[in-house]
């Protein structure tokens, strides 16, 4: 199979699958476990921070809604 017909067929896939996919690829990418609990580490960090500036009132936060819909047009943009 080439590269192409392995492409095809992953985009052919559910949304679901497809993100299960991703997400086995990128971690097949992964140099160690330990590189991978970091990231966690920071994620988790950062999505700590991002939350208790929300509950400070300094940032807003935004409808999941409008979030998609705004990825859908620069998608169709990107074309």
Do not use: C, H, T
Request: cysteine-free.
């Amino acid at each position: 199979m080439s590269k192409d017909e392995i492409f095809r067929a992953a985009l052919s896939l559910n949304q679901e699958v497809r993100a299960e996919l991703a997400d086995r690829l990128l971690e097949s990418l992964d140099e160690s476990d330990q590189d991978q609990e970091e990231i966690d580490r920071l994620w988790a960090r950062e999505a700590e921070n991002r939350l208790a500036a929300y509950e400070r009132g300094e940032i807003a936060a935004i409808p999941g809604e409008a979030v998609f819909a705004s990825l859908k047009r620069r998608g169709r943009n990107e074309i």
